[in-house]
């Protein structure tokens, strides 16, 4: 069975940082291009971040570029989200998400919490 | 990147079926064949119902079914369920530095 699943969440000040996980089991992570997707409390799901399945062509949303970074560890089914200077609007549930081709997500993980607060 | 436009909620009795809009530009909706939709249960783990405009996935039910004019997308549930009662997000890819961009979303009730 595929799975996602993510962890890394928590609670952190404005202006902190937070590492995000995504472990992946049931599939080779190398063969399938990756995005990160959020959920503002009481908002609609927003595109994060896009990694190829190589890792070499990388996209963020506007608001979060300059200061997320995604990566992966292919060798180790691994997805990574470096959330760096947190603002309280990026308090949400992030999921990860894995894309077949064809610019959709056809399974995703069950999230994890990101609180960014004073 | 600005959201696609969807209604806040759309509603229905059961057996009835409903149809949710979902408007961008040329340079997503209407310029590509990569709208996708997805149900989302609060709580719960997204789910792609629709992809390239009009395909379902495997043990997606026929009874969800999609199209597009222009630059609006279309979802269509028929024979409304009460485990249809759900959000329900459009999605698509749109040409620049920012690839990909989802619908504001719409409530779905069953009545």
């Known amino acids: 069975e595929v799975q996602l699943v993510e962890s890394g969440g928590g609670l952190v000040q404005p202006g902190g940082s937070l590492r995000l996980s995504c472990a992946a089991s049931?599939?080779?992570?190398?063969?399938?291009?990756m995005n990160w997707v959020r959920q503002r409390p009481g908002r609609g799901l927003e595109w994060v971040a896009y990694?190829?399945?190589?890792?070499?062509?990388?996209y963020y949303s506007n608001s979060v570029k300059g200061r997320f970074t995604i990566s992966r560890d292919n060798a180790n089914n691994l997805l990574f989200l470096q959330l760096n200077n947190l603002r309280v609007e990026d308090t949400a549930t992030y999921y990860c998400a894995k894309e077949p081709g064809g610019y959709r997500f056809d399974t995703w993980g069950q999230g994890t919490l990101v609180n960014v607060s004073s | 990147q600005s959201a696609l436009t969807q209604p806040a909620s759309v509603s229905g009795s059961l057996g009835q079926s409903i149809t949710i809009s979902c408007t961008g530009t040329s340079n997503d909706v209407g310029g590509y064949n990569y709208v996708s939709w997805y149900q989302h249960h609060p709580g719960k783990v997204p789910k792609l119902i629709i992809y390239s405009v009009t395909s379902r996935p495997s043990g997606v039910p026929d009874r969800f079914s999609a199209s597009k004019s222009g630059n609006t997308a279309s979802l269509t549930i028929s024979e409304l369920q009460a485990e249809d009662e759900a959000d329900y997000y459009c999605?698509?890819?749109?040409?620049?530095?920012?690839?990909?961009?989802f619908g504001t979303g719409t409530q779905v009730t069953v009545l």
């Open positions: 999605s698509s890819y749109v040409s620049g530095s920012s690839p990909y961009v």
């Open positions: 049931g599939l080779t992570l190398s063969h399938y291009e």
């Open positions: 990694t190829s399945s190589t890792g070499r062509t990388i």
